[in-house]
């Protein structure tokens, strides 16, 4: 059964740093792309990123373009997400997700699985 399970959030100021990990087991993980996306409350979910099963990355916001950047390790299942100079804007539950491919735009309804969450939260 497919499984991810999202760790590293965390309360920081900003321009602050870190990096969410995310936890994949039962599924062939090297066979997938793998997805970030957030949710801020009372906002529609927002993609950022999404990393190919040959490590090229797609872009889905320019919210967070040359401040976050994804990487995988497919020898560990394990994805990442390492986001840098945060902003309170950037407060919000990240989920890491799975889908065949990287397509050239986000949508939740196609994804085959995503995890629980993690809160970030970006405050002085």
């Known amino acids: 059964q497919l499984q991810l399970v999202e760790s590293g959030g965390d309360l920081v100021q900003p321009g602050g740093s870190l990096r969410l990990s995310c936890a994949a087991s039962?599924?062939?993980?090297?066979?997938?792309?793998i997805l970030w996306f957030r949710q801020a409350p009372g906002k529609e979910r927002e993609g950022l990123l999404c990393?190919?099963?040959?490590?090229?990355?797609?872009d889905y916001t320019d919210s967070v373009k040359d401040r976050f950047s994804i990487s995988r390790d497919n020898v560990r299942n394990m994805a990442y997400l390492d986001m840098n100079d945060l902003k309170p804007e950037d407060t919000a539950v990240y989920y890491c997700?799975?889908?065949?491919?990287?397509?050239?735009?986000?949508?939740?309804?196609?994804?085959?699985?995503w995890g629980q969450g993690t809160q970030v939260t970006v405050s002085s």
């Open positions: 990393i190919s099963t040959r490590g090229y990355s797609t």
């Open positions: 997700a799975v889908d065949v491919g990287c397509g050239l735009t986000f949508h939740f309804k196609g994804l085959r699985g």
């Open positions: 039962g599924f062939s993980f090297d066979t997938y792309a």
